[in-house]
């Protein structure tokens, strides 16, 4: 995900809290905005303010907080996508449930029906609705 905040250089950073001063009329978050054309406002400028100490280097772009996998990319491939390639070569219907209780088998890990569902879905499996297949059907 690209963030749109990322376009302001941390001097030019630097340069518009420079030109902040508290109560001075014209000096202030709304008028800055205005002034250097900022246009995601004033709110902006606060929270650059609010982690400036005075120097260039506290405005660099911090690194974001992200989810921790709880599989890693083999786990991923080995017990869900292998999993679900089989039984889909056997024509059994997979669901969540089943390919839950495979991993938490055989890893002996709790992992969440909704963490394996996007792990699928980031791999390329499409989830649908399937039912068995009776000797009439067959």
Known sequence: ?????????????HKVLEEYHRGVSGCGFKSLAKRFKITDGHKLIMSWYSRWDGTVDSLDS????????????????EYILDFVNSMNNQRIPVNYKMVQTHIESSLEREVSIRTIRRYGETNGIRWKQTREITTRDG
Not at 62 to 77: F, G, S, Y
């Open 1 to 13: 995900m690209i963030c749109k905040y990322d376009s302001y250089t941390p001097r030019f950073k």
């Open 62 to 77: 911090r690194p974001r907080d992200h989810r921790t996998r709880k599989l890693n990319q083999q786990e991923v491939e």
